[in-house]
Each structure stands twice: as structure tokens, then as C-alpha cells.
């Protein structure tokens, strides 16, 4: 594989990462519904899978930056994802095993792309602004194909299959990752470690990453029930998948034009527009649960709901934290999506059957106003965002 351009490489494993992420966030609540969990049990379950992210990614990223041996870990933490998926058939099928082994799998599948991420910007150097997009799309067309594929072969076998269709992914992921040496433009091991809070007192450091956590927060009823959802009313396995991966398609759109919007618009309005936009997705899905074309057209919006913002967001982190500071940067990125998708969770899975997925859903659309109350520490333009 050594003719193989290294941005080739990179979007390889960005395709294997996603196709399990594409496979086990759509459906795995269906397995446990399936398994007999009830759904303040599967809320649990989904918090506990996202938990680890309160100090996993730091973990990783503090380890990152002080070894620099981000590949490495990376390597680590995909074998490790391949023995969990293989436990899941040898303990036993009750609640405390599968929250361990939950744990476990989230406490390594955060080392993987807050690390990778770091990787790729250092790999493609001065050339991130033109290839970053490029390359991450391979991720987003990795989700549909693990979405729209895994759907329509739970139509065919049982669902109780998917820990196995998990673990063959996760084994490919981990033998490409063989394909992708340590980038040299990376600094390597450190005796002493950049501090961060001058960076985290930066007025759009702080107010992003409290965005992203009032944004993550009303994702979370869509993360943790939104296939179920849809299966209570009637909805099959492929075209859930379907609904699942025309939002993917509309991420790889915006990851297409990000550079061109960037360029044009504030990040205040860019934002606010992510957080509005948002919103009435969760509204639409709340409304109309029975209607299949607004359910497609509130899918559309995820190019804004996650791609345009995690675009943002790689510049944030790439432009006020230092090459000795990605990995722990790129970790806080991941840590506070797992702040709001965790306590999302949480909320989403008590009250749950007492409000109806209908009211949840129009709650979190509800809940992304309070991330307007932060625009105003955004910098005005991407080119501030340099500014120290």
C-alpha cells in the first residue's frame, strides 16, 4: 500500500471507524429492546455508552501528548473494540454485564477519533483547510454504508447478529490502521506538558464548547431513540437505515461547501444558524413521526446539526490549541459531546414513556435556544479565530 496517497489512507479508516458507528448507533438499541431491556434500562445503557467520556478522552489525549505516539493508540483501542464485541456473546445477557462491557468499549472507542482527528490535521498540514473535508467525508460515507447495509441484512437474519456484524467491521478498522505510520510534522514525546487554561479562558474556546454541549444535549432523544421510535410506529430496519443515511449524505454535501460558507459568514451566524436549524429538526421529527417525507427533510438538516458545526469546531481546536495541545484539545471536543449526549440520555430515557417521544423530541428542539444565550463570544469571522 505504499503508492497509496496517505490522504487515501486516511479516509480508509475515517470509512472503517464510521461503518461502526453507522452500525451500532442506529440499531444497537434495538438489539437491547430486543434482548428484553425496557427503555429506562436502554437510557441507562445509552448514558453508560457515552459516559466515558467525561475523562476517557482527556485520559487519551493527555496520554497522546505526552508519549506521541497517537497511531499507537489508536491501534490499541480498535483491537480492543473487536475483543468487546466478541464478549458480548460469552457473558452472560443481563444488565450489569452489558453496562461493563458498555463501559469498557466507550472508554476505548474515545482513544480512536479525538486521536485520529490530530493525526489527519497533522498529516495534511498547510493543505487542511483544502483536504480536511475531503478526506473526513470517507467517514461520512462509511455511516451509510454501515447504516443503509446493515438495515437491510437485519431484514433478512436476527438482529441478536449484530455484535458479530460489529466485531468484522472493527477487524477491518484495525488492519488498515497498520496502513498509517505516526505523522512526522507531529510533536513527539513531552517532559512538560502546555498548560490549558489560558486557552480554555478564550472567550470562543469557552462559549463553543458550551454551545456544543446545549447542541449534543438536544441530540440525544435522536442518538438514543430515534430507531426505536420509528419502530414503534411501524417503520422497517431499512428505511430506518434510509432516514439514517440521508443525513449522512447531507453531511458529506456540507462538508463539500463548509469552506466556501466559512469564508462568507461569521461564525456567529453560522452557529446560530446550526443551533435554529436544530432545533426544528427535533420539532419536525415531533410533529410528524408518521410522515416519511418530513421525517427525510428533518434528516437533511444534519449537514448543519453535525457537519458544518464539527467544521467549525476542527478549526477552533486546530487554530487556539498548539501542536503540544491537540490531543488534549481534540479531547475536550469529544468530552463535552459526551457531556451532552450523556445527560440527554439520562433525561430523554426517565421520562421517556410519562411525556412520549413526541414531547421529548419537541423539547430538545426547545432546548437549543439556550445555546443562543453564547453566541455573542463567537468571533466574528473564521480569520479571528487565529488571534491569541
Same mark, same amino acid.
Given at each position: 500500500?505504499?503508492?497509496?496517497p496517505v490522504?487515501?489512507?486516511?479516509g480508509g479508516f475515517y &470509512?472503517?471507524y ?5 452500525t ?11 434482548q428484553g431491556?425496557?427503555?429506562? +434500562?436502554?437510557?441507562v445503557l445509552?448514558?453508560?455508552?457515552i ?5 476517557a478522552? &482527556? ?9 506521541? %505516539?497517537? /497511531?499507537l493508540?489508536v491501534?490499541?483501542?480498535t483491537?480492543?473494540?473487536?475483543c ?22 466507550? &472508554? ?11 493525526v489527519?490535521l ?9 483536504l480536511? *473535508?475531503?478526506v ?24 441478536s447478529?449484530? =455484535? ?12 488498515w490502521?497498520?496502513?498509517i505510520k +505516526? =505523522?512526522?510534522?507531529? =510533536?513527539?514525546?513531552? %517532559? %512538560? /506538558?502546555?498548560?490549558?487554561?489560558p486557552?480554555l ?11 456544543e @454541549? ?6 440525544? =432523544? @435522536? ?10 410506529? $411501524?417503520?422497517s ?10 443525513g449522512v449524505?447531507? +453531511?458529506?454535501? /456540507?462538508f ?21 436549524l ?12 408518521? +410522515? &416519511? ?5 428533518a ?7 453535525f457537519?458544518?458545526?464539527?467544521m ?10 498548539s501542536?503540544g495541545?491537540? *490531543?488534549?484539545g481534540?479531547a475536550l ?6 457531556? $451532552? ?5 439520562? @433525561?430523554? *430515557? ?11 423530541? /419537541? ?6 435556544l ?6 455573542? $463570544?463567537?468571533p466574528?469571522?473564521?480569520?479571528s479565530?487565529?488571534?491569541?
Amino acid at each position: 500500500m505504499k503508492g497509496i496517497p496517505v490522504q487515501h489512507k486516511l479516509g480508509g479508516f475515517y &470509512f472503517f471507524y464510521y461503518a461502526i458507528v453507522g452500525t451500532f448507533m442506529p440499531f444497537w438499541n434495538l438489539y437491547l429492546e430486543d434482548q428484553g431491556f425496557h427503555y429506562q +434500562e436502554i437510557g441507562v445503557l445509552s448514558s453508560i455508552a457515552i459516559i466515558t467520556r467525561f475523562f476517557a478522552p &482527556f485520559i487519551w489525549g493527555w496520554i497522546a501528548d505526552k508519549s506521541g %505516539k497517537r /497511531m499507537l493508540l489508536v491501534r490499541i483501542a480498535t483491537w480492543m473494540e473487536c475483543c468487546i464485541w466478541l464478549l458480548i456473546f460469552i457473558v452472560p445477557n443481563n444488565f450489569q454485564s452489558i453496562a461493563l462491557l458498555m463501559l469498557i468499549f466507550s &472508554f476505548f472507542q474515545n482513544a480512536i477519533l479525538a486521536q485520529f482527528e490530530g493525526v489527519t490535521l497533522f498529516w495534511l498540514g498547510e493543505k487542511r483547510q483544502q483536504l480536511y *473535508g475531503k478526506v473526513r467525508k470517507w467517514g461520512s460515507i462509511g455511516f451509510i454504508s454501515g447504516v443503509f447495509c446493515i438495515g437491510a441484512l437485519l431484514e433478512v437474519i436476527s438482529i441478536s447478529m449484530l =455484535p458479530l456484524l460489529l466485531l468484522c467491521i472493527a477487524a477491518l478498522a484495525f488492519i488498515w490502521s497498520f496502513t498509517i505510520k +505516526e =505523522p512526522s510534522s507531529a =510533536p513527539q514525546s513531552q %517532559k %512538560k /506538558m502546555q498548560p490549558l487554561w489560558p486557552i480554555l479562558k478564550r472567550p470562543a474556546v469557552a462559549c463553543f464548547f458550551l454551545i456544543e @454541549f446545549v447542541l449534543l444535549f438536544s441530540h440525544a =432523544p @435522536f442518538y438514543s431513540f430515534y430507531s426505536n421510535y420509528l419502530h414503534q410506529i $411501524g417503520y422497517s430496519t431499512g428505511q430506518i437505515g434510509l432516514l439514517w443515511s440521508v443525513g449522512v449524505i447531507a +453531511e458529506i454535501v /456540507m462538508f463539500a461547501w463548509a469552506g466556501w460558507l466559512l469564508t462568507r459568514f461569521s461564525w456567529r451566524i453560522l452557529v446560530c444558524s446550526c443551533l435554529l436549524l436544530t432545533g426544528l429538526r427535533w420539532v419536525i421529527v415531533g410533529l410528524y413521526p408518521h +410522515e &416519511f417525507v418530513l421525517q427525510l427533510f428533518a434528516q437533511t438538516i444534519h449537514a448543519f446539526s453535525f457537519g458544518l458545526f464539527h467544521m467549525i469546531a476542527m478549526r477552533i481546536v486546530f487554530d487556539n490549541f498548539s501542536a503540544g495541545q491537540q *490531543g488534549r484539545g481534540q479531547a475536550l471536543y469529544s468530552t463535552m459531546w459526551g457531556l $451532552g449526549v450523556a445527560a440527554g440520555s439520562l @433525561f430523554a *430515557g426517565h421520562y421517556w414513556e410519562q411525556l412520549s417521544g413526541q414531547v421529548i423530541f /419537541m423539547l430538545a428542539g426547545a432546548s437549543t435556544l439556550v445555546g443562543l444565550c453564547f453566541i455573542a $463570544g463567537l468571533p466574528k469571522s473564521v480569520q479571528s479565530s487565529a488571534e491569541k
